[in-house]
């Protein structure tokens, strides 16, 4: 990957601002290895200290198959540790296989969702607070192209240009673009009720009092979007969503959901019904929405099958079914939070009755 020195500059700079004595977690597979190294180097000479976990498909798929029931339910207390402890944690995305767990029975996931949900919940109070520095960022694998159906280069280009990377300076691009996303959230921040209308979608959500997230590329590289969590018990009406959602491997197409009072009471697929089914009865927070957003990275411009990327689509709004961020206001607890994205650009959005959003993009005269 070419610039990969200016990459992990981004990383450590602009992301996480790594500090004289941080414990910084790098975790990524062994094809990583390449920007694992720069940022080996860049977190040293920053007076920090890394520390690092490879990352292996074959090796997570060994112990969903063959690990017992008691240590599916196994909460180890070395992680429970390092989830509390650790000041920055850099995860960098390079799967070697994108679906290892497919042959997996769901109730397994299911029970060591269950089990791990502890440390979504240590992540999720540590993020509020503000006390931990976090990053995901991604590395271009073979396998990440084959499944966005690309070629290796073609691929690797996509990336490119998704991070900014083409830009003589990547952080001031990312400043700039955080300036206009904060734009947005000033709007968005009024406003009580969203209304999304398009093909087979009507949904009604409140929103009033959240708080907007500007997702500038510090947590999530390449960054584009903004956030909030709706109001539990507000979602109404119904949504489609064009693009498969994914979640662990597992793929789901064509799926409709209908809410009533915030809940999800009918659930449809055309490909995985019963996988949507299961995740949703995983516990109560995970029929509820734990977060709601708009995709603004408009240089990226092609689903990937990968959500680091699909949900920053220029042009698309996502919504999250289970765990919402803290801090947004949302209290919705869930074990998972699994995004799934909608295209906007033949569709319209209301702020309380007010059209804000058509066709992809904000209306210029109001931000």
Known sequence: MK???????????YCTSIRKFDEVMVSGSLEAMPLIRELWKEIVLRSAYPRLIIADDILSEIFYRYA????????????????????????ILSPQHTKPLISIDPERIRTRSRATKEFSEIFMKRDAAGDLRWVVAP??????????????????????RALKLYETDPVS??????????????????VDELHFISDNTDLLVKVGGRTWIND????????????????????????????????????????????????????????????????????????????????????????TKEILFDEKIGGTVHMALGAAYL??????????????????????????????YENGHFIKDLI
């Open 68 to 91: 017992p029931q008691e240590l599916l339910e196994y909460v180890s207390p070395i992680d429970r540790f390092i989830a509390e402890k650790i000041t920055v944690r850099i995860s």
């Open 139 to 160: 590395y271009p694998t073979r396998a990440l192209a084959q499944e966005a159906g690309m070629s290796p280069l073609e691929f690797e280009e996509f990336v490119y």
């Open 3 to 13: 610039d990969i020195d200016k990459y992990a500059k981004l990383i450590t700079d």
């Open 216 to 303: 500038d590329g510090k947590n999530n590289m390449p960054g584009g979007e903004v956030f909030t969590a709706p109001h539990e018990d507000s979602v109404e009406g119904f949504i489609t969503f064009e693009y498969p959602a994914i979640y662990g491997g597992f793929e789901v197409e064509g799926i409709k959901l209908i809410f009533k009072r915030g809940e999800v009471t009918e659930a449809s697929a055309t490909k995985g019904e019963e996988f949507l089914r299961k995740m949703l009865a995983v516990d109560e927070g995970a029929k509820r929405v734990g977060e709601i957003a708009f995709g603004l990275n408009y240089d990226i411009t092609r689903f």
């Open 327 to 356: 801090k947004t206001g949302g209290k919705n607890v869930s074990s998972i939070h699994w995004d799934m994205v909608k295209d906007m650009k033949k569709g319209k959005i209301y702020a309380d009755k007010d059209l804000i």
């Open 173 to 190: 691009a990312w400043i700039a673009q955080a300036e206009r996303q904060n734009k947005i959230t000033t709007l968005l921040s009024k």
